[in-house]
């Protein structure tokens, strides 16, 4: 059975730095693009970051270009997201996802799969 197991969420001041962990079992991890998204009270999940399952491609949303990056270690079953300049507008339940692919996939549709969140919470 597969899983999706996200971790690294915390409260941390405006300014500061986390990563986020995603570890997966179930599949052949390198086979499938990943993707992390997010999603804030009262509002609908939005796509944050992919990467395809070579890691060779990655896509960014526009909000978090300049501060995300994406990453994978296929030889651990792991996608990272590491978040620097944090601002409060970043809190949100963080959530990875496996693509039904090896591509790098923007929306949510295209995601088969999704682990339970991680909680981010950035004061001001």
């Known amino acids: 059975q597969e899983h999706l197991v996200e971790s690294g969420g915390a409260l941390v001041q405006a300014g500061g730095s986390l990563r986020l962990s995603c570890a997966a079992s179930g599949r052949t991890f390198s086979n499938y693009g990943m993707g992390w998204f997010r999603q804030a009270p009262g509002k609908e999940r939005e796509f944050v970051a992919g990467?395809?399952?070579?890691?060779?491609?990655?896509y960014y949303a526009d909000s978090a270009k300049g501060r995300f990056t994406i990453s994978r270690d296929n030889a651990k079953n792991t996608v990272y997201l590491r978040v620097i300049i944090l601002k409060p507008e970043d809190t949100a339940f963080y959530y990875c996802?496996?693509?039904?692919?090896?591509?790098?996939?923007?929306?949510?549709?295209?995601?088969?799969?999704w682990g339970q969140g991680t909680q981010v919470t950035v004061s001001s």
């Open positions: 996802a496996r693509s039904y692919t090896g591509a790098a996939c923007t929306r949510v549709s295209t995601h088969a799969n």
């Open positions: 990467i395809s399952g070579n890691g060779g491609t990655t």
